[in-house]
């Protein structure tokens, strides 16, 4: 059935309000938007690694979440959620459970592309039925803006603050969507927030009702630890892909398809000079980052081109 | 000897900081869902989003958008804003093309 918004919009909320994330924070964005995608009818087990999203969205006893929901440890989301659904195969097999239970793993950057990496990487080898999915914020926003293997080249966090030793953070991103689409499972995508929702919405409901492990990689800005101002989410979201900074595709049984391709690629400063954490790239004498970002991204993007003919 | 509720007739509702541990659930378990509704997240709020139904013409961008569940959404047509949970950040204001909602500093 095609997309309908106004259609999805009337569904009943799974996140409700009154959860204790920062006002305008994309997590709670990503994590409504993937809920949605469920059918009503259907049941879930929501598993949360540690991160901004567990420590706000379930104090005791105030849950935000309309389904059962577990948090164990920051480096076992991958781990938990496969043995809640090896579990629940078994007891639909006895005969003991009737409904149909969906299993969705939520993890940070932090909780996923560091600290859960290898549970993750385990729950997708041995094949659960689950979908795994990460709002990407690129830092330890939770603790107060570390740096993450998440975290862009060149982004100011706190402990690889931006000075006159270092230029922020040295490293450029983990590509972590390109990892888990060559764990060979079925489904993986990377999106983010724009327009009317097709895109992310699409991509959820696949990763739900795919057969096996799946993965969904969310841009999930955080606006106090990005430094812009809360209102200005869907903007920056809109340049991320616009600038290519942040590509929209998927691997479906490993075969890799654009989803989004800008009418007028986007110079990366569009992108850059909107945030705080890459204030300083704009002072006299950084333009050479500039120009390393840009490079990076040109790579990036090319490569995914040819990944995606 | 006082009467123990089963754990899962505990509501969230009536447990607060003066509860004794006997009267909790074990484990930091509840069993409802979507209690975060009772807590008053609309005090944090420095900024206030106005909603001019004259104006709306109930494409629903600012919806989905909305990181505080707080656009309801009634047979098709968006209702005014849930404030005791919205904490006025603004993004539905930036999002809407028909300038359906305007925001404010709170008290002004």
């Not at chain 1, 938007?33 to 901004?52: I, Q, S, W």
């Not at chain 1, 195969?89 to 459970?97: M, P």
């Not at chain 1, 290519?244 to 890799?256: A, M, R, S, Y």
């Amino acid at each position: 059935m095609a997309y309908s918004l106004k259609q999805q919009v009337e569904k009943p909320e799974r996140f409700v309000g009154g959860h204790r994330l920062c006002a305008g924070c994309g997590a709670a964005i990503t994590v409504r938007g993937v809920m949605r995608a469920l059918k009503p009818e259907d049941k879930a087990v929501v598993v949360n690694a540690t991160g901004c999203l567990e420590v706000s969205s379930f104090l005791y006893p105030y849950t935000a979440w309309e389904d059962s929901y577990i948090h164990s440890a920051f480096e076992n989301a991958g781990a938990t959620a496969g043995g809640v659904e090896a579990a629940y195969r078994v007891l639909k097999k006895k005969g003991k459970v009737n409904e149909t239970f969906k299993f969705i793993a939520f993890g940070g950057d932090g909780g996923t592309y560091d600290i859960g990496f290898q549970s993750l990487s385990g729950a997708m080898e041995r094949g659960h039925d689950i979908v795994y999915v990460c709002y990407d914020n690129e830092a330890y926003m939770n603790t107060g803006v570390q740096r993450s293997s998440s975290t862009p080249r060149f982004a100011d966090a706190t402990t690889t603050p931006a000075g006159s030793i270092i230029p922020g953070k040295p490293q450029n991103k983990k590509d972590l969507t390109a990892i888990m689409a060559a764990h060979g499972i079925p489904y993986v995508a990377q999106t983010t927030f724009l327009g009317n929702f097709k895109d992310f919405h699409e991509k959820a409901e696949k990763a739900i009702y795919t057969e096996g492990p799946t993965f969904l990689n969310v841009m999930s800005p955080c606006p106090r630890g990005w430094r812009y101002e809360t209102e200005d989410i869907a903007e920056i979201c809109k340049l991320a892909v616009d600038t290519c900074v942040w590509p929209l595709f998927e691997v479906v049984d490993g075969v890799w398809k654009l989803n989004y391709e800008p009418r007028k690629k986007l110079p990366v400063e569009e992108y850059l000079k909107k945030q705080g954490r890459f204030r300083h790239m704009f002072n006299p004498g950084s333009e050479w980052m500039i120009e390393e970002v840009q490079k990076h991204v040109d790579k990036k993007w090319e490569a995914l081109l040819n990944k995606c003919k | 000897m006082t009467m123990t509720k089963k754990a899962n007739e505990i509501k969230a509702s009536e447990i607060n900081e003066s509860t004794p541990w006997q009267e909790m659930t074990i484990g930091g378990e509840i069993y409802e869902g979507g209690t975060s509704a009772l807590v008053n997240t609309g005090e944090w709020r420095t900024m206030i989003p106005i909603f001019h139904e004259e104006k709306c013409n109930h494409c629903m961008l600012c919806v989905p958008f909305c990181p505080d569940s707080s656009i309801p959404v009634e047979n098709g047509k968006r209702k005014d804003f849930d404030l005791m949970h919205c904490k006025g950040c603004g993004i539905c204001f930036k999002v809407c093309a028909h300038k359906a909602i305007s925001y404010e500093k709170v008290g002004a």
